[in-house]
């Protein structure tokens, strides 16, 4: 396959069309960071011990199921 770069992609992705599409996301997600409080202070380390947890099957069904 041949290596095909869109040398004005810079200029098709920053058309008023699609800055303002990009605003309504960002203000998409700002509605739900008020709504949620905010950001949440959690450790980097708990957050990726839920991830390796979640993303183990065997792990995440042992955790789930175990009295």
């Known amino acids: 396959m ?3 770069k869109d040398v004005n992609l ?4 920053t058309t008023n069309d699609e800055l303002s599409g990009l605003l309504n996301l ?8 008020e709504k949620d409080g905010g950001f949440r202070d959690i450790p980097v380390e708990d ?3 839920d991830y390796e947890r979640k ?3 065997v792990m995440h ?4 199921n175990t009295v």
């Open 2 to 4: 041949e290596d095909a």
């Open 10 to 13: 810079i200029h098709k992705i």
């Open 26 to 33: 960002v203000l998409v997600g700002l509605r739900q960071l």
């Open 47 to 49: 957050i990726k011990k």
């Open 55 to 57: 993303s183990n099957t």
């Open 61 to 64: 069904f042992s955790s789930m």
